[in-house]
Each structure stands twice: as C-alpha cells, then as structure tokens.
C-alpha cells in the first residue's frame, strides 16, 4: 500500500500550530500516536482536548508537540493535499454521465470522474457506494460522519447495475442499510432517465428510499443532461413538457403522503421539472431548508425570496435620488432567464435611473439541451454578445466560472472577454441580495 505523506501547506496566522512552531514543509507524522491516512483520520483525531502530534520538521528532526485546546478546536494547519490521500476515480460507466458527453481538447481536469465518499463529506458530492469498502463504512460509523450524499437513480437492483452499468452497482445498495442503522443522515439524488428509471421505476423507488426517513432526509429527482456530443452513447431523449408534470405530480402525492408523519418533504423535483412543465414554483417552506441547493432544487425559489427582501429594504432608502441614468447588461442560462429579467425590471421601477438589459445565453458549445448558466462557456457568450448593447457594466453570475477563478470552461478568463466585447464585467454571487447589490454598483 502506497503511503501518503502530509506536508504542511500553509499555517493559519494566531493559530495553535504557529504557536507551536509548525511551517510550511513540515510533514505530520501521527496524532496520539496513530498514523494518518486521509482527512477523515486526521479531523477525527484531531478533535480531543489534549492531543499528541508527531511532526518532521524539513530538517528531518522529529518533535512531539503536547497540544491542550478546547474539544474539536482546529489547530490551524493546511496541507498540500487537501484530502491527505489520493482521489479515487468512478469505476462506473453510467449511461447518463455528463463527463462522457463532454467534447475532446479540454482541459485534463474536466474528465476526471470522482467517486470518493470522502468528498461526500468535504463537498457534498454525490456518491454511488460502488467505490466504498467494508472500511470506509466502518470509518463513517465509528466517526459519526454526515450527511453523506448518495446517487442512487433506482432502488431496482438489476436496473441499478444496467444504468450504471456496473455489476456490483445493485448490492452496493445494502451499504445504505449500514448507513441507516448506524443513524448517519443522508441525501439522495436520481438522475431521471426517460423510458429507463422513470414512471412505475421512479415511483418504486421514492417507496424504497422513503423507508429510510428521517435518517435519509432528502432525495433530488433531476432530468439527464443531454449534450450534442453522445455520439456512441446510450440513446437518451429529452423530456417532454407533458413527462415533467407527470414527474411533478409523482413528486406532490408523495410529499403529502409524508409529511404528516416526518414533517420533511423528503422528494423533491429540480427547478428544471417547473419550468419546463410551465409551472410555477413551490413556496419556500416546500424545501425543506434548501438541502439540496446544489443539486438546482429550490435555488430559483430562493434567489426570489431573497431578491424581494433585499430590494424591500433597499427601495426604502433615499440616497439614490438624483443618480445619472446607468445602463448595465445581464447574460444568463436559458433556465434562469425569465427569473431574471423579472427581477431586473423590478428593479428598474424601484429605481428609475438603472435600466438593465438581460441576455439569455443559448449554450451553443453543448447544444441547447443543456439551458443551465453553470455550463456556459466564454465563447458562447462572446459570440451571442458581440454586436449588442451592453451598457456601462456586463453582469454574469458566478457559477460560470471555475471555482476560485477567473476562467470559464473552455479557458477563456474573465479578462479575454472583456476585451473582445469592449465592457466591464463584474461577476455577481449567488444570492438575491448581491443581485440588488451589483446592479446598483454597491460594494
């Protein structure tokens, strides 16, 4: 077995490890003399009021420092590697998944697919418990891990395995028994496939998984991503307006069958299914909390609630009286598109010298299936904004952009669009109030 050594990448300033002279280099050897083999051993031991730690100082001398710290304080270390140990890649090869849709000439990164429980944890991704040993469950019990995210599509063992087309995708399903005997809480998607895990499928399946409340707290139901590149691929098709209310409907009469017992809503459809069914969209307390953000269930419904309280309380203000007309731009997805432009012209007649333009983006580059603004390319929205009145100032939102970066997903940065449309950008954050917030220009 490969061991992994955990240099220090970077110690946090007044924290208790620059109190205790650790650097950057150092490597940690053992805590309470046990050693380390990822994130999980090094948070869990970690933790105690009074530890031990074993580090190498870059002059290969070995120091045990006795720390005493209140109980699961940090001490103030970053390492190199994030996850202490080595990503673990799927070994599925699911019929719906997005990475084999993607075009050739990338960046490297883009393909890499992950199946690691571990990043379940640090980042809520969603795993399918095909990659997770008889250790890795045992670690999540006897640290008391959660929530862990779970992928599960379809609770039908044989059609689990055909989907994911992994021959252990169907027993791997037990793993979720352990889970919910050792009381770890839960969330769970499926990918909705037409003609393949909906319908009497789907149904089965929100059935089995309910059996698992209150420790499974939630399951997604979002439709398959289908880019133009599916040349050799599983044959999917797109769903119709008629197939998401159909999903719609599924989702409410179980909702109301549960909640009176649970008090959660436990399924929910994404904000796609709404949309393309010409539905509104459910009241905020349907959500549950917003468990499952990430996975496009109830961002649109809480980007509103907090548009319309950020803009109740700023259209009160009277220090914007008198202020130049400002003329900005805003490019989105075609999803959030209609969301959008109603809370732009809301804000033009709470302040009448803003006038906002907004720009649906047709993604060109994955083909107009994929309407989500997180998939958007530089290219594409140079293209479609080439030519068009922008304004003082180009809003985008920020999932756009690669995480922590400048840089779209085909590499072009925020400077390189600048340039070629000749405007200034500014990114906008996720929420309602730092929508109000950039289109007044505050902060």
Wanted: proline share 3%; aromatic share 10%; glycine share 6%.
């Amino acid at each position: 077995m490969k061991e992994n050594r955990h240099i220090v990448k970077n110690v946090l300033a007044g924290s208790i490890a620059q109190e205790m002279e650790i650097e950057p280099g150092d490597e940690l050897l053992a805590i309470n003399g046990e050693s380390i083999k990822d994130i999980f051993d090094y948070q869990y031991l970690i933790q105690d009021e009074y530890i031990e730690v074993l580090v190498k100082k870059k002059n290969a001398e070995e120091w045990l420092l006795e720390i005493d710290k209140d109980y699961e304080e940090d001490i103030g270390i970053e390492f190199e590697n994030g996850l202490m140990d080595d990503y673990r890649s799927c070994s599925n090869k699911c019929i719906f998944c997005f990475i084999d849709q993607m075009p050739q000439g990338m960046r490297e990164t883009l393909y890499f697919k992950d199946d690691d429980s571990r990043l379940s944890f640090l980042q809520g991704n969603y795993v399918t418990l095909t990659n997770m040993t008889e250790h890795d469950i045992e670690r999540i019990i006897k640290y008391h891990l959660s929530p862990i995210n779970i992928s599960f599509h379809t609770t039908n063992p044989k059609l689990r395995c055909r989907m994911l087309n992994n021959r252990f995708a169907g027993e791997a399903l037990k793993k979720t028994d352990r889970l919910y005997e050792a009381g770890i809480v839960m969330n769970g998607q499926i990918v909705l496939c037409k003609g393949v895990n909906d319908g009497k499928e789907l149904e089965r399946s929100i059935s089995d998984l309910s059996k698992y409340l209150p420790y499974l707290e939630s399951v997604s139901v979002v439709p398959v991503g289908l880019s133009r590149y599916r040349k050799g691929l599983y044959p999917l098709e797109p769903f119709t307006k008629e197939d998401a209310k159909e999903v719609i409907a599924l989702v409410r009469k179980w909702q109301e069958e549960l909640y009176p017992e649970y008090g959660k809503h436990f399924i929910h459809a994404s904000d796609e299914w709404y949309i393309l069914a010409e539905e509104g969209l459910p009241p905020e307390e349907c959500y549950d909390g917003y468990l499952q953000l990430e996975n496009g269930v109830g961002m649109l419904r809480l980007l509103l609630t907090e548009f319309e309280e950020a803009l109740a309380k700023e259209g009160k203000s009277k220090h914007r009286d008198g202020v130049k007309k400002q003329k900005i731009s805003l490019a989105t997805g075609v999803l959030a598109y209609p969301y959008i432009a109603e809370m732009s012209k809301a804000m033009e007649e709470a302040f009448p010298f803003l006038e906002a333009r907004v720009y649906p983006i047709t993604n060109e580059f994955f083909g107009e299936r994929i309407t989500v603004s997180g998939l958007l390319t530089g290219q594409d929205i140079k293209k479609q904004l080439t030519g068009q009145e922008l304004g003082e100032r180009l809003l985008l939102p920020q999932n756009v952009l690669r995480s922590g970066e400048q840089v779209f997903l085909d590499d072009m940065t925020v400077a390189d669009l600048e340039r070629a449309l000749q405007v200034k950008i500014d990114i906008v954050k996720s929420s309602g109030r730092d929508f109000v917030d950039a289109l007044l220009n505050i902060g």
